[in-house]
């Protein structure tokens, strides 16, 4: 991750007096996109502390909100520490203006890039969980990198081969999400990165923790195991249907999916992919330009094509075991 906003000692200390903290060590935090993270450490516990770059302080103010509605709802997640003398948030005045500041918990816990079944149940299950919060009427209606958003980039001449492709995806996409699918809170970027293991846990499979809301909305919920599919049950290019199917087992004993979320499944495993293409594409070649991430978008590319290539049939059956499948 790069730090947009470099902090020194006296900076870090200045901004943990606004918490009432005495800082004994900190250090630039890998990870995340558009924000500079630190590893705060007292005496006592670890924070991390980010400076947002890229989200004006209303956005900020609400995901503030959106974590303690998390806490509110015993949600495995980083906990937000409130300044002394205000609610949600601090700021900090640099020379391209004055940014928002959170503080949250330190969660001890580790990245599994390859989860296994009894993992991915559990994710599952707490995906679940969280699906069921009733969604704040301050989170975004749409997702922050969805389908509204992939015109922009059409026609641009940057990669014609792939626009052209998200073009007629945009066209089958339109075409072939049902109108009534149930909507809800979503934490809408269910990536294996953004998932914490710890063997101490306690938790089946040491699960910690789901880590990173900024793409929090109010979307589709099957958006949610489309995506988690997506980012924790892919080898390079090929979805691994038993994991896919430990995810949503385990994700249906706390939610059964309607019937028609089952059978919207596979396509939003596709939008998913097509949606995380858009990101990387918009992200690398537009708003950052990146030479060695240019053609990053054309892995998901893939992706969506061999979920395409699957036929329904081996797709549903692979996933819903026969006494989950509702005939009618």
């Keep these: 991750m790069a730090i947009y906003t470099q902090l020194n000692q006296q900076d870090i200390q200045s901004l943990a007096d606004n918490y009432d903290l005495k800082i004994v060590e900190f250090s630039p935090l890998d990870g995340g996109n558009g924000n500079s993270s630190y590893i705060l450490k007292t005496q006592q516990a670890s924070y991390v502390l980010t400076v947002c770059d890229d989200k004006e302080f209303d956005e900020v103010f609400k995901m503030g909100q959106l974590l303690l509605l998390l806490e509110a709802h015993n949600v495995p997640c980083n906990r937000l520490i409130s300044p002394v003398n205000s609610e949600i948030l601090t700021t900090f005045?640099?020379?391209?203006?004055?940014?928002?500041?959170?503080?949250?918990?330190?969660?001890?816990?580790?990245?599994?890039?390859?989860?296994?079944?009894?993992?991915?149940?559990?994710?599952?299950?707490?995906?679940?969980?969280?699906?069921?919060?009733?969604?704040?009427?301050?989170?975004?209606?749409?997702?922050?990198?969805?389908?509204?958003?992939?015109?922009?980039?059409?026609?641009?001449?940057?990669?014609?081969?792939?626009?052209?492709?998200?073009?007629?995806?945009?066209?089958?996409?339109?075409?072939?999400?049902?109108?009534?699918?149930?909507?809800?809170?979503?934490?809408g970027d269910l990536f294996y990165d953004n998932l914490l293991f710890d063997p101490l846990s306690g938790m089946p499979g040491g699960f910690k923790a789901i880590i990173d809301f900024e793409e929090a909305c109010h979307y589709h919920l099957i958006f949610e195991l489309g995506m988690g599919i997506l980012g924790a049950c892919v080898n390079d290019i090929t979805v691994d249907l038993d994991k896919a199917r430990a995810l949503v087992d385990g994700y249906q004993q706390v939610r059964p999916l309607a019937q028609i979320e089952k059978e919207s499944l596979q396509l939003f495993v596709r939008y998913a992919a097509v949606a995380t293409s858009y990101w990387r594409f918009n992200k690398y070649n537009i708003e950052e330009p990146s030479e060695d991430r240019a053609g990053h978008h054309w892995q998901m590319v893939q992706i969506a094509k061999e979920v395409a290539e699957i036929s329904t049939t081996r797709f549903f059956d692979a996933i819903f075991s026969a006494d989950q499948i509702i005939t009618g």
């Design 93 to 187: 005045a640099t020379a391209d203006g004055v940014k928002p500041v959170m503080l949250k918990d330190y969660i001890e816990g580790q990245v599994v890039e390859q989860l296994d079944e009894t993992m991915l149940s559990q994710v599952g299950r707490q995906a679940a969980r969280l699906n069921q919060i009733p969604s704040p009427d301050y989170l975004p209606t749409n997702h922050p990198y969805g389908r509204q958003l992939f015109p922009r980039v059409v026609g641009l001449n940057i990669d014609a081969k792939y626009e052209s492709w998200l073009a007629e995806e945009i066209d089958y996409l339109e075409q072939h999400i049902a109108a009534n699918l149930p909507r809800g809170l979503i934490h």
